[in-house]
């Protein structure tokens, strides 16, 4: 449970940041938060002989909202997209499903770049992503790029992000007025969800995201479809599961999770159809 001994650096801004990481390499990892890196350097599943602290710059704290988009900075904790009168305003999705992340300490120090980096198919936020449209926007020493939630997301713990790629900003549509839903089960409360579900109405019908039901976060788009076609909750909820791929652990195996997301689709969907 102690990690591999390695070099502390802390960038005092995203050049200098870059300019550390040019230098070291593939030696080096970003550190935000900590609560996905600092688990896998305890067990000795990751290595970095150096961290580049970007926990304190201010560019990475953006919350603002403009024409219709609002712009979320990777640094921001879970705690600050809890708290936030703007996010609870516009995306009150993304607000109720952070305040479900953890306990409080991790709250206040995991940040939402962090969990999307990370890319574990159990985390909340990137299924919620999924259900908001987001778009990411990474930085590189070469430029800035876009990159659509749906295609961030490349496999367990694989995403499009470069080793040098510093996560910017999340930007998201903004959604107010609109019904949402948020289910997830667990075991004790500060436990990742073992089935989440992350509902958000749109102009065109429903955006359904699906929380630890593959190698990477999904879209229940068999539920989309559905209930664009004019299904009901209760029949469009059945095909929660389908072109999933559930695993198998300790603490439920894929039949289970496969029924867990039926039943928590159909109770997200009918709290969005109540906020609406």
Known sequence: MIPAGFDYLQASSLEHAASLMAEHGDDAKWLAGGHSLIPLMKFRLAAPEVLIDISRLPELRTLEESDGVLRLGAGLRYRDLELSSLVREQVPLLAAAAATVGDRQVRARGTIGGAVMHGDPAADVPAVLLAL???????????????????????????????????????VPVQPGRGWGFRKFR???QDWAI????????AGGHAVGLVNMGSVPLRARAVEEALAGGAGVDVAAVRAAEGAGPPSDLRADAAYRSHLAQVLTAEALNQAGARG
């Open 133 to 171: 449209d987001a778009t990411l926007v990474l930085r590189r020493p070469s430029g800035q790029r876009e990159v659509s939630a749906h295609g961030f997301f490349l496999d367990f713990w694989e995403t499009a992000a470069e080793p040098d790629d510093i996560l910017l900003e999340i930007r």
């Open 187 to 189: 075991q004790r409360s």
């Open 195 to 202: 089935v989440g579900v992350a509902v958000q109405e749109t």
